[in-house]
């Protein structure tokens, strides 16, 4: 007998809404922060040469809301209760606060990661998750490797490297770093547009995402290809 999908008690239905509001009428110190920290990204010399941009956001309501009731939803599913109330709201969600660094080609990742480790310490954030890379690329995944970033398979079908980070003040709240290649931001943002809140139901556009990640995946080894042999050439010839 196929198994009931679970659903919204009355008492979880009256949850969400207020969950939604008291993030609404309390996330001006997050958004302080975050604001800063980005400042901080995007002034620093050391992570200058190897960023393309910067982005930053809070997360929208309506996200949030759709948020809570998937993992409400996916922790009946799977036997593992979601508990979240407005205690735990802001260190339970761990993207109210999102930034995303953006670079050309995969390389990068490392250096990136070496001026985000000294901005850490300097500020003394504590690093909850991370860094750890995202992957369903096995040639990704050796690369992360190689630069002692941890791996994981991602069930979306792109990389990023994912980092959690929470100022050490007696307020509790994190924000989440994600660092990608423009050419994975493609795949991202057209994924993002179809697929979230809610996935789409088109069978032609989950193959078609599907194959654009390859497509994605093969333009950002074409990038890496070429900055290597821009590398090459210059040592050669001592420039």
């Known amino acids: 007998m ?21 993030y609404l009428d309390n996330r001006g110190d997050l958004e302080a922060f975050l604001d800063g920290f980005a400042g901080q990204i995007v002034t620093s010399t050391r992570l200058k040469e190897h960023m393309h941009s910067v982005k930053w956001r809070m997360k929208d309501p309506e996200h949030l809301r759709d948020k809570l009731v998937r993992k409400i ?24 606060a999102g930034i995303r660094i953006l670079h050309l080609h995969t390389q990068q990742a490392d250096e990136i990661n070496r001026g985000l480790q000294a901005i850490f310490e300097e500020e003394l954030f504590t690093v909850v998750e991370g860094p750890t890379a995202r992957t369903w690329d096995d040639e990704s995944r050796d690369y992360f490797k190689s630069v002692n970033i941890k791996t994981t398979k991602s069930r979306s079908l792109y990389t990023s490297v994912h980092y959690v980070i929470k100022p050490r003040k007696k307020t509790k709240y994190t924000c989440e770093i994600q660092v ?14 179809l697929n979230y809140p809610r996935e789409t139901k088109s069978l032609a556009c989950r193959e078609q995402i599907a194959a654009l990640a390859r497509t994605t995946s093969a333009s950002t080894r074409l990038v ?10 210059q040592k050669a010839h001592g420039k």
């Not at 990608?180 to 547009?193: D, F, I, K, Y």
């Not at 290809?225 to 090459?232: E, G, L, P, T």
């Open 2 to 22: 196929k198994k009931a999908k679970p659903k919204l008690s009355k008492e979880e239905k009256r949850l969400i809404p207020k969950l939604v509001q008291y």
């Open 73 to 96: 939803l996916q922790g009946k599913q799977d036997g593992k209760p979601y508990l979240v109330t407005t205690k735990n709201l802001f260190w339970k969600v761990t993207d109210l």
């Open 180 to 193: 990608r290649t423009l050419m994975e931001e493609v795949w991202g943002e057209v994924n993002h547009s």
């Open 224 to 233: 890496d290809s070429i900055f290597r042999s821009h590398a090459d050439f």
